[in-house]
């Protein structure tokens, strides 16, 4: 099964932009869609960006035309470029595949955005 490791999360003032990184290892998700996913304190997981395997994009609400999701097969890599962040972008981010499995999850990468 495939394993997840973020990175490039970081404290940033609000309007800054990060660039977060997802690197997959034990298995190939080029066949897969997948997905960006945050949690904010005291609050559920939720999808932020997803990418099927064909390079289509989708975005929750409150980050379209902020965030913008791509992905590298060869290199087993999904990014996610953060612009424009604000106070409400503060989560943990996590990327998995789409739909979710739940033994992929990996540590996540925290960002966190200073008004």
């Known amino acids: 099964q495939v394993q997840f490791v973020e990175s490039g999360g970081d404290l940033v003032q609000s309007g800054g932009s990060l660039r977060l990184s997802c690197v997959g290892s034990?298995?190939?998700?080029?066949?897969?869609?997948m997905g960006w996913y945050r949690q904010a304190p005291g609050k559920q997981r939720e999808p932020v960006a997803s990418?099927?395997?064909?390079?289509?994009?989708a975005y929750t609400d409150s980050v379209k035309g902020r965030f913008t999701i791509s992905r590298d097969n060869a290199k087993n890599t999904v990014t996610l470029q953060m612009n424009s962040l604000k106070s409400e972008d503060t989560a943990v981010y996590y990327c998995?595949?789409?739909?979710?499995?739940?033994?992929?999850w990996g540590p996540g990468t925290q960002v966190t955005v200073s008004s």
């Open positions: 998995n595949l789409v739909p979710f499995r739940y033994n992929s």
């Open positions: 034990g298995s190939s998700f080029s066949a897969y869609g």
């Open positions: 990418i099927t395997s064909g390079g289509s994009t």
